[in-house]
């Protein structure tokens, strides 16, 4: 699997809690379309440093957490750097 697709499977549990069924794209605002609140928005970011052994608590990588590929794309580039 992908760092993408892993991470949807992450925003897709989270978002289940909330709506059950929902569908969503990777280029979805967590925020503004699936109606992340700040807690889902964290609870995202604390799944995804454990399961790809990243640091995400620094501003750059909670600005990029606008969409699933956005963050994709950040824990992408500090796991090969």
Avoid: W
Avoid at 21 to 36: M, S
Avoid at 43 to 68: G, P
């Amino acid at each position: 699997m992908t760092v993408l697709d892993e991470l949807s499977a992450i925003v897709g549990r989270v978002l289940a809690d909330g709506q059950p069924h929902a569908v969503f794209d990777v280029d979805d605002d967590l925020r503004e379309v699936l109606g992340f609140d700040s807690l889902a928005v964290m609870h995202v970011l604390s799944s995804a440093e454990e399961r790809f052994d990243v640091l995400l608590d620094d501003d750059e990588a909670i600005a990029s957490t606008t969409s699933v590929r956005s963050l994709a794309s950040c824990i992408s580039s500090r796991m090969s750097g």
